[in-house]
């Protein structure tokens, strides 16, 4: 959701300041790389964002935990000439944030800076992503920290909940592995040498994406694109690898003995935003579960006042599976009928297909997202995300536009065509109560999800 809301606003605070200066210009640096320049004029910062491909989430022979833990190492683990940890402390004093985000198709860095500290922020994070010692002891700290982050989850319903979820969806793949690290060898059994081999396997000279936004010359971003890729392998990157996987309606219910809570989630499919369905989908999901006068708060809360709360979600198993999420705790003793309540209401809205507070959703939005007009973060994240969705990266231009767009027409087409219908859901439960949702598939490990028909 974060990310959906960072990509609407790029959208908006571009087209809305358009005759101010913006501007989205695909260029070629002097050595060769081709990036987007998103000129932001006021901005104070600026952001060089770059998205690595990597397969290592689909490989069956690598270690999953690897990605997370080199992500954080490559920053911390220290060079040549800087101690580990040492970047983040000078980062502080000049003012920079630099940080590499693992997802299960890209490696994104992100490193923002004020124009007089780039020359020595990029050279710091080119020795790191070029040269890193990763030192020992620091893995270790990452690793025994991931660890117990992992183990701790694990005691939650919710968290056993989307794993359960992704155990039926995309069954015993390496990208479920990757995205879950439910095995705690996943985590312990993760070696230094395995960073090594994911770090000369996926930092490299040529990503598939790269955005510098902010109010500074071309010459300048070259410099910045330049300097943080120079000296890496030339080596190409690999190839984008679909992520499989499987959305048929399922009921199921994890029967934990020791559960203190009762979770249920309601999951389903929904395509690629390649126009303004971004803006639809975010009012349509902001609509079911966000406050007091939600359509799900008022069904389960108000009227059975049988759940905690429900929230909407809209997140990725990949570059090429977004998935819509509906979740909740709940009363035990009244699961099933707060699932059939949750069906029920959602049914109703899908088929009345409008949202009565439209106009009021849309300005509270573009009020929002009209602070962000000089936030290079923003502008950087949205643009890469369209060029990782092979859109062109003057999109951005034009989607404040389609905000206005969006109206009740499209709204309802939207419900009709692309959400499901009430039975179409991966409906997975965690209870104490192995009888608490009558004709579902009733496990005892989240592994035997896949055999639930």
Not at 352 to 374: H, M, P, V, W, Y
Request: net charge negative; aromatic share 6%; charged share 25%.
């Amino acid at each position: 959701m974060k990310h959906l809301v960072s990509a609407v606003a790029v959208t908006l605070l571009l087209a809305s300041c358009r005759e101010a200066g913006p501007a989205a210009d695909q260029v070629t640096s002097p050595a060769g790389h081709s990036y987007v320049h998103i000129t932001l004029p006021g901005a104070e910062d600026v952001t060089v964002q770059v998205a690595w491909a990597t397969d290592w989430a689909k490989r069956q022979d690598r270690a999953p935990a690897t990605p997370y833990l080199g992500a954080d190492l490559i920053l911390m683990g220290g060079t040549a000439d800087h101690a580990p940890g040492q970047a983040g402390e000078v980062f502080a004093d000049l003012g920079s944030l630099g940080r590499l985000t693992a997802s299960a198709d890209h490696i994104i860095g992100d490193l923002t800076f004020t124009p007089d500290t780039l020359v020595e922020t990029v050279s710091i994070a080119n020795a790191h992503l070029r040269a890193p010692s990763l030192d020992d002891a620091w893995f270790l700290r990452l690793r025994d920290g991931l660890a117990d982050t992992m183990a701790e989850a694990k005691t939650r319903p919710a968290h056993v909940a989307y794993d359960v979820a992704r155990w039926a969806i995309l069954g015993d793949r390496p990208v479920r592995r990757s995205l879950s690290l439910d095995d705690p060898r996943d985590v312990t059994e993760t070696t230094r040498e395995d960073v090594r081999v994911w770090h000369d396997q996926t930092i490299l000279r040529a990503p598939e994406a790269i955005v510098v936004a902010g109010d500074i010359p071309r010459s300048q971003a070259d410099a910045a694109v330049d300097g943080l890729l120079q000296g890496l392998p030339t080596t190409p990157g690999p190839a984008r690898v679909a992520t499989i996987a499987d959305f048929t309606p399922r009921r199921i219910l994890l029967h934990d003995p020791n559960a203190d809570s009762t979770y249920i989630t309601f999951v389903a499919q929904l395509p690629t935003v390649r126009g303004n369905e971004g803006f639809a989908d975010l009012m349509i999901v902001d609509a079911l579960t966000a406050g007091d006068r939600s359509v799900l708060f008022e069904a389960v809360r108000t009227r059975l006042r049988a759940s905690y709360g429900f929230r909407g979600e809209l997140a990725r198993y990949g570059e090429d599976v977004r998935l819509f999420a509906l979740s909740g705790g709940v009363e035990t003793a009244r699961l099933a009928e707060v699932e059939a309540a949750v069906r029920d209401a959602y049914g109703a809205f899908r088929e009345a297909g409008s949202l009565s507070d439209l106009s009021e959703r849309k300005q509270i939005l573009a009020d929002s997202l009209a602070e962000a007009r000089t936030d290079t973060a923003q502008a950087a994240y949205g643009t890469l995300r369209a060029l990782l969705q092979d859109r062109p990266p003057e999109t951005v231009l034009t989607l404040g536009a389609m905000l206005d767009g969006v109206d009740d027409a499209s709204i309802a087409t939207r419900l009709q065509q692309v959400y499901p219908v009430p039975d179409g859901f991966v409906t997975i439960a965690v209870s104490a109560d192995a009888d608490a949702l009558p004709g579902a598939c009733v496990i005892t490990q989240p592994a035997a999800a896949v055999d639930c028909p």
